[in-house]
RNA sequence: CGGGGUGUGGCGCAGUUGGUUAGCGUGCUGGUCUGGGGGACCAGAGGUCGCGAGUUCGAGUCUCGCCACUCCGACCA
């Protein structure tokens, strides 16, 4: 067993972190509350964005890409918008640096202070509808579908690998339309994009909702979102889609000429999901004894290792290997053959069972002997012994039960921590305990901020096609239509 | 911003009332035996003890100042 390594039990957080750190996914950088995001982890990231720069291109959005820098005068055109992220901005005052005239280093040179500060962005809706006022003017130059892969930056005061850092990676998808029912579309569009995603790609499933007013984007009409449940019992929001009505066209001035000749202002979207998905992944569906990845997004989604004593062993293993390995190749699986001499089987075993390759072949002197392989899969630990004949159909099956295996243990999971509460004591005391907590709520922000005040919980979403049911606020009695979903949030 | 804590080989740590050459685990290098779940043994390399001042015959250890990181709160995708 892993040495060094916190279960889930003694201490979830730290176990998050030691993940993290010994799957070798990332670590934190020299700079505060930014991380370096490592090879393998990396190599996730780019599945997680391959995936999904295909599911928009197949929905007609483009790539484009805006400035990291944001004039700070565009902030304050959008009251709501500031008011959100204000707190956390970083901000460039200057553009050199000169030496010190003791010696002691480089300082800034103050005679190069910017006539206007350059805020690094949090998110880009303003320079985006800046750009956009130029490019539309007619109802032909609508709709306007671009998406945008970017980092961004906000001055997070407590930060947490992938979870939550200063610096992020993300996609920002801004759209423009004609009509207010078109945008709405698209923002449903997109929520459907997003929990398809993570429920067939990353094998996480996830109630689709919209926010209160007190959670929404700043800046939106509406907050669409997808919201996962963690091994912890905390929510973590994955997603979210913006309906942003006109209110960066006004703020932006942005209009465009109908048919009939009428100056109207168009209507918005914006919408993202970040590197923080790694955490939701990586919280999902791993266990004490490491990382497990699902197969559709696993870099490495088979591994071959051979086991021998003598050179002439590993040769006529080796030779099996290759061949085996070149049939799931063909088949469009990721295989990596790992005879390294330099590290033992049990060393190696234990190191791809911690990064979360989904199925190990291990084949040594034995199974040359029976024409045999040793299977292992990350999700269950079970081993078994198969023919090497056909070998890549049966992989090929396993990996689909794999991804599916581990949709629906998320799923159950999920299903058992989902509760409906209609006491006040009774809610307190389920929330403290985690999960999702289905319970009626009066609709205002007032009550949201008492109930969060008592309990930390905050309402994660208003699910989407929520069954009506007539009932009583959970805190003031009020009466209510529908019931809500309460949890402690990352 | 408030309250704790920690800075010692790459990483994780120990270091007693101040006292010789600063240790341990792991990792690293070489070698021999090994190899179906993180192997054993042998031999090595690797240190401005966070920075700066002070007390002292003598400071990793005591005092003061500074810096960095980290945890807990408030804030947040």
Redesign the pocket.
Same mark, same amino acid.
Request: net charge positive; with cysteine.
């Given at each position: %067993?892993?040495?060094?390594?916190s279960t889930r039990d003694e201490n979830y957080?730290q176990w998050y972190?030691d993940l993290v750190i010994?799957a070798d996914l990332a670590e934190?950088s020299?700079?505060?509350?930014c991380m370096v995001i490592k090879p393998y982890g990396y190599a996730i990231w780019e599945k997680i964005q391959a995936t999904l720069d295909k599911m928009f291109k197949d929905t007609g959005h483009s790539n484009a890409y805006f400035p990291l820098f944001i004039p700070k005068s565009f902030f304050s055109k959008e009251a709501a918008h500031v008011e959100?992220f204000a707190? /956390?901005c970083a901000v460039v005052t200057h553009y050199r640096l000169k030496n010190a005239e003791d010696g002691s280093g480089v300082v800034v040179d103050d005679d190069a202070k910017l006539e206007e500060e350059l805020i690094i962005r949090?998110t880009s809706e303003t320079i985006i509808w800046d750009t956009y006022r130029n490019w539309i003017q007619s109802y032909r130059d609508l709709p306007l579908l671009i998406n945008q892969w970017a980092n961004?930056? #906000?001055w997070? %005061? *407590?930060? #947490?690998l992938?979870?939550?850092? &200063? /610096?992020?990676l993300?996609q920002e998808g801004h759209t423009a339309h004609a009509t207010k029912e078109e945008a709405e579309e698209e923002t449903q569009k997109i929520l459907d994009i997003y929990a398809d995603f993570a429920e067939k790609w990353m094998a996480m499933p996830v109630i689709k909702g919209v926010k209160s007013p &007190?959670? *929404?984007?700043?800046g939106a009409i509406d907050t669409y979102?997808i919201e996962a449940l963690m091994q912890d019992g905390k929510a973590?929001?994955?997603?979210?889609s913006h309906f942003l009505g006109q209110n960066f066209a006004k703020a932006f001035d942005v209009k465009y000429l109908t048919k009939e000749n009428k100056l109207e202002y168009v209507w918005a979207t914006s919408w993202?999901v970040?590197?923080?998905l790694m955490?939701a992944l990586i919280m999902a569906h791993s266990d004490d004894?490491?990382l497990v990845l699902p197969p559709k997004l696993a870099p490495i989604q088979v591994v071959i290792?051979p086991?021998?004593?003598?050179?002439e062993q590993?040769e006529a293993i080796s030779e099996k290997a290759v061949a085996i390995m070149n049939t799931l190749k063909a088949k469009g699986i990721s295989v990596k053959y790992d005879d390294r001499?330099?590290?033992?089987? $049990?060393?190696?075993?234990?190191?791809y /069972?911690?990064k979360g390759v989904p199925l190990?072949l &291990?084949? $040594?002197? *034995?199974? %040359?002997?029976?024409g045999?392989?040793?299977v292992?899969r990350r999700d269950t630990?079970e081993?078994e012994?198969y023919s090497m004949t056909d070998i890549e159909t049966k992989v090929e099956h396993l990996l689909e039960q794999i991804q599916e295996n581990l949709y629906q243990k998320a799923l159950s999971f999920r299903e058992d921590n989902s509760f409906r509460v209609d006491t006040w004591d009774e809610f307190k005391e389920r929330i403290e305990k985690g999960g999702f907590v289905y319970a009626h709520w009066d609709g205002t922000e007032e009550t949201e901020a008492k109930i969060?005040e008592a309990t930390?919980a905050t309402i994660r979403a208003i699910p989407l096609n929520n069954p009506l049911e007539n009932g009583k606020c959970i805190l003031s009695g009020n009466p209510s239509k529908q019931r809500v979903i309460f949890a402690k949030?990352?």
């Open positions: %067993m892993a040495k060094d390594f957080a972190n010994k934190n020299a700079v505060r509350g959100g707190k /956390e949090p961004v930056v #906000r997070e %005061m *407590r930060t #947490r992938f979870l939550r850092t &200063a /610096e992020f993300w &007190a959670e *929404r984007f700043a979102c973590l929001q994955a997603g979210t993202g970040s590197t923080r955490g004894n490491g290792i086991i021998y004593r003598k050179p590993l001499d330099t590290q033992k089987p $049990g060393w190696k075993f234990n190191e /069972e911690f190990r &291990a084949i $040594g002197p *034995r199974d %040359m002997e029976n045999t392989v040793e292992a630990l081993k012994i969060k930390k949030a990352y």
